[in-house]
């Protein structure tokens, strides 16, 4: 893959014509060439030789440097004395704006993260703002140790001396070699919203995420399900695959990839019932599809391109209404599910239907009583039969020919009633559609996927098939620690030693701190984001006695503006006045959290247990039934997994006044957290 449109060593360029050097520029662009870019680009290679023949140093310079997690290019890039400088130039701007300041922080953020070669360099990035009056700069690392500088601001006359008083200061006596540095290794793990933006415009997988010689990968898991959906097409066979992993391994971002991979031919659909999760990525994907339309001349509106979207990725609860119009089923009527007894229409109807459907979160499917009582009392459609994962397999056993169904499948993550988990899936396989091919991971089978329970019911079924590659091993949220859903599974199961020793190995690279006063987790948060990284406020769905800290969940969040807009809109996670709960962030990760810790779940030290209550009219319940406190044990293992750099956890002082926020009801939960070696603020 060609990495840049243009590198040579500093004296190449200089010796290099304009016209040279633009000619490489243009045979590498892979789009029109418009007059504003070329016009970009003179102005670059000017300035850029007006620096390098008065600085007079042996280095390497690049041009339009790609940083697939971000679908973007570098300007400039110059590796001097073994220091990486990103330049972003805004030619003719006469000022320095904060998102041009953003972009190129995230430049070198993207560098030192994911960029192999450049783990261990000093990056400096600069803004070049050509026409700008000069500003004083501090030649200073960003708030981590980790040989960033904060962006520093030049225009095409204060660029040179701004590099010389860097390359003064900075004598790292480390040399670059460009060919290594150009094609270095680049293992990024981007956020759901970024990897689905990458794929839909046409990204690759191994652009966008680690690509490792792991049969674990996402790329190998991707390669099977595909594998599998070609053989069942040749075949003329149906065939169904369960994907495992660990949370933030990659699950979605697999069926997202298969989606796009196949819309081009055969219909495929991603769905999922996590409706936060497809309102926010329907949102993202029609932003770029409506920009990216724009950047060629193209008009693309709005609601056409959440229309384009939408063919992909629906709300399984959509697809389900959509699927019981289209095959025309009975109103307060017995619904037939014998294959050989649908009628003939319904078959027809059912031509239309995709081919291939991934469904994520495929644990979190309604049970049959909550689907039935759910379309009796919204649909007026009474004794509906099926689980919802019954009759999404139903609904694709219609076609004549073949069909493909991919279960991603999360361990131990149901946090509402009537989630029915894997059993139900593999039940309605083993007496309904026997002649279904079964894919599983060899995961599937642990006791957090159908309490153990999955051998067992697939012990008599011939046309079952153990695969590892559909297992993903590796967290790919959070880059700096990998293993954190194992501290937290550690914390949630009361293993504090294992837990202590889990922390001390990931505290170095991810941050985790405590604190009881919610003014310093939010100056915590602050402080730990660059450039365009996120951050926003957690809370678990039972935390109804946070009201006294302005945090009240009644109250819900806009979560498409509080995912995807910027600081200066009030609904934004960046604000810190609205709360996402389990519901709304499950599926979704932010780079930086602050989880709120209410009554609900508290740590009794005594007993050395979880205690799990509701809030009623005005006193907490003990919540009795295991059902609910699974649910809840599961709530709190989303929260406290969605951060991909660091947390801070804030456990409330209480009021001894207040009989609802007693200090007992906090005190137990905020000392058993620091029994773990957590950082305290």
Same mark, same amino acid.
């Given at each position: ?6 590198d ?23 789009f029109?060439?418009?007059l504003?870019?070329?016009d ?37 890039t ?13 030619a ?16 070198a953020l ?8 450049? &783990?261990?360099? @000093?990056? *400096?990035?600069?803004? $070049? #703002?050509?026409?700008a +009056?000069?500003? %004083?700069n501090?030649?200073?690392? !960003? ?30 006596g ?5 060919q290594?540095w ?5 293992l ?26 792991d ?28 994907v495992?992993?660990v949370?933030? &391994?990659?699950? @979605?971002? *697999?069926?997202l990839? $298969? #989606?796009?991979?196949? +819309?081009?031919? %055969?219909?495929a659909?991603?769905? !999922? ?6 309102k ?25 391109a ?26 307060n ?23 291939v ?7 979190r499917m ?21 689980s919802?994962?019954e009759?999404?397999?139903w ?14 499948v ?10 029915g ?17 079964i ?13 153990g ?7 008599d ?6 695969c ?9 949220r ?17 293993d504090?030693e294992?837990a202590?020793?889990?922390y ?16 310093k ?8 984001a ?7 406020m ?7 006695r946070?009201k ?25 996670s ?28 508290r740590f ?23 059902e609910?406190?699974?649910y ?7 929260l ?6 660091g947390?801070v956890?804030c456990?409330?002082?209480g ?16 000392e ?8 305290v603020?």
């Amino acid at each position: 893959m060609k990495r840049c449109f243009y590198d040579a060593p500093i004296k190449g360029f200089l010796d290099q014509s304009v016209e040279e050097i633009m000619g490489v520029l243009s045979k590498d662009n892979t789009f029109d060439l418009a007059l504003e870019q070329r016009d970009a680009w003179l102005e670059e290679i000017g300035v850029m030789k007006n620096v390098l023949c008065v600085l007079d140093v042996q280095g390497h310079i690049i041009f339009e440097y790609t940083i697939p997690r971000l679908g973007k290019r570098i300007d400039v890039t110059l590796l001097v004395n073994g220091i990486v400088f990103c330049l972003e130039f805004k030619a003719e701007e006469d000022c320095f704006n904060a998102n041009d300041k953003e972009q190129v922080w995230d430049y070198a953020l993207d560098l030192k993260n994911f960029h192999e070669e450049s &783990a261990n360099l @000093t990056i *400096v990035p600069i803004l $070049v #703002a050509t026409e700008a +009056e000069s500003i %004083d700069n501090e030649l200073v690392f !960003s708030c981590y140790d980790d040989k960033v500088y904060e962006p520093l601001f030049a225009n095409s006359k204060t660029l040179l001396p701004l590099i010389l008083s860097v390359l003064e200061k900075e004598s790292s006596g480390k040399t670059i070699n460009p060919q290594d540095w150009v094609y270095s290794r680049y293992l990024p793990t981007p956020t759901i919203i970024q990897a689905a933006s990458a794929l839909y415009m046409n990204h690759s997988v191994e652009d966008i995420t680690k690509h490792e010689a792991d049969k674990a990968g996402i790329d190998s898991c991707t390669k099977f399900i595909l594998d599998v959906i070609r053989e069942s097409k040749d075949k003329k066979q149906k065939s169904i695959c369960f994907v495992t992993g660990v949370p933030g &391994a990659g699950k @979605t971002l *697999v069926g997202l990839n $298969v #989606a796009i991979q196949q +819309e081009q031919g %055969d219909l495929a659909v991603y769905l !999922s019932g996590n409706g936060p999760l497809v309102k926010v990525l329907t949102e993202a994907l029609a932003r770029d599809k409506v920009a990216k339309e724009k950047a060629k001349g193209i008009r693309c509106t709005k609601t056409e391109a959440e229309r384009q979207v939408s063919r992909f990725i629906q709300i399984i609860h959509r697809y389900r209404d959509n699927m019981l119009a289209k095959l025309k089923l009975p109103i307060n009527g017995e619904i037939e599910i014998d294959p050989n007894k649908v009628s003939s229409a319904a078959k027809n109807n059912a031509a239309e239907v995709e081919n291939v459907a991934i469904f994520d979160e495929a644990q979190r499917m309604w049970d049959m009583r909550h689907l039935s009582a759910w379309l009796a009392r919204k649909k007026g459609i009474a004794n509906f039969p099926m689980s919802e994962g019954e009759f999404l397999i139903w609904s694709l056993d219609q076609h004549k020919d073949w069909a493909t169904i991919v279960c991603l499948v999360g361990g131990g993550q149901e946090i509402n009633s009537g989630e029915g988990g894997i059993g139900l899936w593999i039940q309605a396989l083993n007496e309904t559609f026997p002649d279904w091919e079964i894919y599983i991971s060899n995961n599937l089978t642990d006791k957090e996927y159908a309490e153990g329970n999955v051998g067992e019911l697939l012990a008599d079924n011939t046309h079952t098939h153990t695969c590892t590659d559909l297992h993903l091993a590796v967290s790919q949220r959070s880059f700096r620690a990998e293993t954190l859903s194992l501290f937290v599974h550690q914390l949630l199961d009361k293993d504090v030693e294992a837990a202590r020793k889990t922390y001390e190995q990931i505290s170095e690279r991810y941050p985790i701190a405590l604190t009881r006063d919610l003014a310093k987790a939010k100056e915590w948060l602050r402080d730990h984001a660059r450039g365009s990284e996120r951050y926003g406020m957690l809370v678990s769905s039972k935390a109804f006695r946070l009201k006294p800290l302005a945090i009240d969940i009644r109250s819900q969040a806009d979560i498409v503006p509080w995912f995807l807009n910027p600081i200066t809109d009030i609904r934004s996670s960046l604000f810190l006045e609205d709360v996402a709960t389990e519901f709304d962030i499950q599926g979704l990760e932010l780079d930086w959290t602050c989880l709120v810790w209410d009554g609900d779940f508290r740590f009794d030290l005594k007993g050395k247990r979880w205690q799990h209550f509701n809030f009623r009219s005005d006193r907490w319940q003990n919540i009795n039934q295991e059902e609910g406190r699974a649910y809840q044990l599961n709530a709190y293992r989303v929260l406290l997994t969605r951060a991909r750099q660091g947390m801070v956890i804030c456990v409330p002082e209480g009021n001894p006044a207040d009989d609802t926020r007693k200090p007992e009801f906090y005190d137990g939960t905020y000392e058993y957290l620091k029994s773990l070696g957590v950082t305290v603020l």
